[in-house]
């Protein structure tokens, strides 16, 4: 099974991915950002916005899940922001024709909470220059994030708040409900 976790910049994804693999036996984590980081690799003559937009990303994306899923017979937990509705169709229309569970999970915050976390972060504390265009970039998706907001939760499986939560807490919120349906 997969479980993909939904949300914008600073809503606690890769956090709580990480805390699921502490919670959950077996679980991995698949990071469909090194796919974007390939296709960066192979494809940045071609220009794009989002390396999403690049047509072979989403199939990538969601082949990539669907064989790691078969190959290990174990959980796979997703953490990566779509939003843009048609690309998440594209991709868990693939994962239900070959009949690949995936439990959707939105990971939602305040934007006052979303914004402090974003400029509070570091992403590449070697280079300020990098960290603060990565910064100004995942700021200027929340507006897009807040018009994508109410279709994300009516797909989700799950809608959590992470306000006031911290990562383990939303791990095991996860967790429950994922055990529940499974």
Known sequence: MLI??????????????NE???VLADCRVYDPELVGALLRHSLGDI???DFQD??????LVAEGAIQLARFTHRPWVVPQTL????????????FRSEE?????????????VLRDRIEKSDEFADDPAVSGKVRDWRLAHLRT??????WMASVADLVIDTSE?????????????YLRTA
């Open 100 to 112: 690949v569970s995936a439990f959707m999970v939105l990971l939602d915050a305040e934007e006052e």
């Open 54 to 59: 690049w047509t072979p990303w989403r199939p």
């Open 4 to 17: 993909w976790l939904n949300g914008t910049f600073g809503a606690g994804k890769t956090a709580t991915a």
């Open 165 to 177: 939560l911290t990562a383990a807490q939303a791990a095991k919120t996860v967790l429950a409900e």
């Open 47 to 49: 220009p794009v916005d």
């Open 83 to 94: 939003l843009r509705e048609e690309y998440y169709q594209e991709i868990f229309d693939r």
């Open 145 to 150: 994030y807040a018009q994508s907001r109410d």
């Open 20 to 22: 699921l693999t502490e």
